[in-house]
């Protein structure tokens, strides 16, 4: 289309003009201008060598970024050519091939990386309940709340970039599918009080056999319960269960320290008892076989002088049933003398037959 068809000039297209006062004759000024000028581009002209100067920049721009990469002390470089695992390199400067040949992928195989099971944590952030995730049934058909951490890391970074798509969401699912199992086959005693500790152990050792089964080149470094408690709708009812059983604990503590300390005591008795038992016995068996022995003594003297022995076991006697009596031993016969086996005081009366 042309310009003056977009453009209607202001002033007739004849115009006449009348020089000198003369008659004027009509004279054409031709088509109109457009009101802005076009700029004029100069093509240069192709030449052979700019050709190879571009190509030789874009092989610079290409070849030079793709051919070396770098890979940090806490990093493994894993090489993959056309799609396929070549080779793994140490950390520091290497060489591969340009894109799309060679590529290099380089995984924090040092790392330590978490996962939440049960709830979310962003820093900044209220802390985010996840009940699909924490609430778990119990072998005694009770059901718990449970949160834990699983921190893990890379252990075989081929099997990493090879065979995981999303590894955190496995770490996730596998550590979820691990509690469960143990949680089912426990009391909910156990779970909220002394079987803490060995939940821990049993789902590490399970979750890492899992990860290895499945060839995710992840290591499970610890799995730690951040918190272990009821549903809140039942809450108030286990914390009364659990005071109840701490009170049966205090008493069945304070019942045992007592008896620890009556059950010695009486044994000190029942020792001390015997003991006196025993030294009575002994008494009495050494004064009898004393007394037997004794009497074997005066039998023997008897059977040598009957008489006399007989007379003297007799004045014993008497001496002791009358202690405190004055006693006289006279002969019967007449004219005799006084026996002088008892020894008479100075009060003793001398005389006949009383």
Known sequence: MPWDDLHESKEPKDRSKNRGGQGGGRQDDGPPKPPFNIPEINIPQFKP?????????????????GTFY??????????????????????????????????????KITQ???????FRAAQGRPTQRVPAESLMLTGDQNIVDMNL????????????????????????????????GITGSKKIDEALTTGKAEIQVLAKDQMQ????????????????????????????????????????????NEAQGYRNAVIPEARGQAAQIVRVAEGYREEKIKKAEGDAKRFLQQYEEYKKAPDITRKRIYLETME?????????????????????????????????NK
């Open 149 to 180: 951490v699983v921190q893990y890391r890379i252990m075989d970074s081929v099997q990493y970039l090879f065979n995981v798509r999303r590894p955190h969401k496995l770490i996730r699912d596998s550590a979820e599918t691990v509690i469960r």
């Open 70 to 107: 770098f890979v940090e002390p806490d990093e493994e470089g894993v090489v993959t050519r056309f799609g396929k695992f070549s080779r793994t390199t140490s950390p520091g400067l290497h060489f591969k091939y340009p894109s799309p040949i060679e590529h290099a992928a380089t995984p």
């Open 209 to 252: 056999a899992l990860l290895d089964k499945y060839k995710s080149g992840l290591q499970v470094v610890t799995i730690q319960l951040q918190n272990v408690h009821p549903p809140e709708q039942v809450a108030d009812s286990f914390k009364d269960v659990v005071r109840a059983r701490e009170d049966k604990e205090r008493m069945i």
């Open 320 to 352: 002791e049933i009358l202690p405190d009596i004055n006693k006289v031993v006279m002969e019967n016969k007449k004219g005799g003398n006084v026996l002088p086996i008892l020894p008479l005081g100075k009060n003793s009366l001398l005389g006949g």
């Open 49 to 65: 060598s700019m050709l190879l100067g571009i190509i030789l920049l874009l092989l610079v721009v290409w070849i030079i970024p």
């Open 112 to 118: 330590v990386r978490r996962a939440e099971i049960g």
